[in-house]
């Protein structure tokens, strides 16, 4: 499952590089953005007592 997996995402991401005439995800980019949600999620709530 793992070989799966890892087959498809740096499938994925050799197909960036070439021309091709389905749209592929821009891994790089949801990466980024989901590092910046784990983020905002991290920061704690403001104290409001």
Do not use: C, R, W
């Not at 997996?5 to 980024?32: H, W």
Request: proline share 8%; no cysteine; hydrophobic share 35%.
């Amino acid at each position: 499952m793992l070989g799966f997996t890892l087959g498809n995402v740096v499938g994925m991401y050799l197909a960036q590089n070439y021309d091709v005439s389905i749209p592929i995800p821009n891994i790089a980019k949801k990466l980024e953005d989901f590092k910046k949600d784990v983020e905002a999620k991290k920061k704690p709530p403001s104290d409001k007592s």
